[in-house]
């Protein structure tokens, strides 16, 4: 006898779809235990509030990179590097990569790299290594202002080649 749509599992097979399930789980409960340890014992800042996907990293000064800049490419600790000296222009642009709608949102692109500067204190993200909007962003407005663009017109042209146009 035939019944039209049910599939017969055999015991072997309800043991490997539960262990299967059993591990899922516990790789997932074991990601969030480590996230919240390692957040706790790399000595990250956690005065300022990170999005769910990004690390933060506190160092002395803005001459001091952050450690995670180690898994990442000449390019981006370039760019890291020279955050401090365009902080005042890339602090009035508008990050168009997402993050500006997170929760905790950020408020400008500046905030994709550094979450806080105090005297003896900066708090750095990680959330620009791996996002690429954010860079070409802050590649694009480092060049336009060591060319001695205005900070109207650097924001002009971020808005044009990055602002999505339902925006």
């Known amino acids: 006898m035939k019944t039209a749509g049910l599939v017969k599992l055999h015991m ?3 043991l490997l779809i539960g262990f299967t399930m059993i591990i899922l789980f516990a790789v997932f409960i074991a990601g969030c235990g480590s ?33 995670f800049l180690d898994n ?4 981006t600790t370039e760019l890291y590097s020279e955050v401090g000296q365009y ?14 709608d997170d929760d905790p949102a950020h408020d400008s692109l500046l905030r ?10 900066v708090t750095w993200s990680d959330h620009s290594t791996s996002c690429g ?6 590649e694009d407005v480092i060049a336009m202002a060591k060319q ?10 971020i808005d044009a080649k990055y602002k999505p146009n339902n925006m």
């Open 12 to 14: 072997w097979d309800k």
């Open 35 to 67: 996230a919240e340890e390692s957040n706790e014992n790399q000595g990250h800042s956690h005065g300022v509030a990170a999005t769910e996907s990004e690390q933060l990293e506190t160092t002395a000064s803005l001459a001091d990179m952050p450690a």
């Open 72 to 75: 990442h490419t000449p390019l």
């Open 87 to 100: 902080m005042d222009i890339l602090e009035m642009i508008h990050c168009y990569c997402g993050c500006m």
């Open 112 to 121: 994709c790299y550094l979450a806080d500067v105090e005297p003896g204190k």
């Open 133 to 138: 909007i954010c860079k070409m962003e802050a």
């Open 148 to 157: 001695g663009k205005s900070t109207d017109e650097i924001i002009e042209a």
